[in-house]
C-alpha cells in the first residue's frame, strides 16, 4: 500500500531557530515528491523534488530528496511566527491515476515569538 | 485570475440529505480534482478528471458523484449525507502535464458537517 510518513507531527521553535522536517515514503513508480504549506486551509506548493541529491531552495526553504533511502527533508532557517504552519509532504506514483498525491499527516509547525 | 473557487464555504448537513459542492477555475486546466481532510489525517483523494466529459475515481470515492461537462466546473455531489462525510473539502486543479512538474492548485476549501 503506498504511503507517505511525515515526522516529527507537531513542533515548536522559537523565531530564529532552525528546523528540519522529515518525510518518508512508498510509493508505486515513484514520480515525484512536493512539499505544501498550509495556512487556514487550502495548501500552497512549496517544492517539487524529482531528482535525489539535488537541494531546491526558496529564501530561508530548502528541501532536498533521497531517492534511494525513501525520504526527503524540508528545512527552514532563521524561523519567524510566518512559517506557523501544517507542511505537508506528497509522493506521487504512477498507480494508474496520473497527479494522484499521497499526503502525509503533515507537520505542525508552531514558531513562538 | 480567480484561480480555483468553491463554493460554499461552510455547510452544515442533516443525516440522509443532499447537496451538489461547486468547484471553478479559471486556468483551463484540464485536470481537476476533489479531496478531503479529515482531522490528523492527509488529504485523500475522492474523484478526479482529466478533462471534460471524464471522470474516475480516487482512493474515497463511495458516496460521492462528480461530472464534469465543461472543463471549468467540476461538482461534487454528496446523495445522501452520513456523518461519516463530515470533513473539508478541497478542490484542486493542474494542467496534467509532467514537465516541469505537476502542480496543483487547490481552492479555499468547504466545511461540511453532517449531523
Known amino acids: 500500500e503506498d504511503k507517505v510518513v511525515q515526522s516529527p507531527l507537531s513542533l515548536v521553535v522559537h523565531e530564529g531557530d532552525t528546523v528540519t522536517l522529515n518525510c518518508s515514503y512508498e510509493?508505486?513508480?515513484?514520480?515525484?515528491l512536493l512539499w505544501y504549506k498550509q495556512e487556514k486551509k487550502a495548501p500552497t506548493f512549496l517544492f517539487m523534488l524529482?531528482?535525489?541529491?539535488i537541494e531546491k531552495k526558496s529564501g530561508r526553504l530548502s528541501s532536498i530528496l533521497d531517492k534511494k533511502e525513501l525520504f526527503s527533508i524540508l528545512n527552514i532557517t532563521a524561523t519567524q511566527t510566518g512559517d506557523s504552519a501544517i507542511y505537508l509532504c506528497?509522493?506521487?506514483?504512477?498507480?494508474?491515476?496520473?497527479?494522484?498525491?499521497?499526503f502525509g499527516k503533515g507537520t505542525k509547525l508552531s514558531v513562538k515569538p | 485570475n480567480a484561480g480555483v473557487t468553491q463554493t460554499p464555504k461552510f455547510r452544515i448537513l442533516k443525516i440522509g440529505q443532499s447537496m451538489t459542492l461547486q468547484c471553478t477555475q479559471d486556468?483551463?486546466?484540464?485536470?481537476m480534482y476533489w479531496y478531503r481532510q479529515d482531522p490528523g489525517m492527509g488529504l485523500k483523494l475522492i474523484y478526479y478528471?482529466?478533462?471534460?466529459?471524464?471522470?474516475d475515481k480516487g482512493e474515497v470515492p463511495n458516496g460521492y458523484n462528480v461530472s464534469r461537462s465543461t472543463t471549468e466546473d467540476f461538482p461534487l455531489r454528496l446523495e445522501l449525507a452520513a456523518p461519516s462525510q463530515t470533513s473539508v473539502y478541497f478542490c484542486?486543479?493542474?494542467?496534467?502535464?509532467?514537465?516541469?512538474?505537476?502542480?496543483?492548485?487547490f481552492g479555499p476549501g468547504t466545511r461540511l458537517t453532517v449531523l
Open positions: 510509493v508505486t513508480n515513484f514520480r515525484s
Open positions: 506528497a509522493a506521487e506514483g504512477d498507480g494508474g491515476s496520473q497527479g494522484n498525491l499521497i
Open positions: 486556468m483551463n486546466h484540464n485536470y
Open positions: 478528471s482529466v478533462g471534460a466529459g471524464i471522470t
Open positions: 524529482t531528482s535525489s541529491g
Open positions: 484542486a486543479s493542474s494542467t496534467g502535464q509532467w514537465a516541469p512538474y505537476n502542480e496543483q492548485f
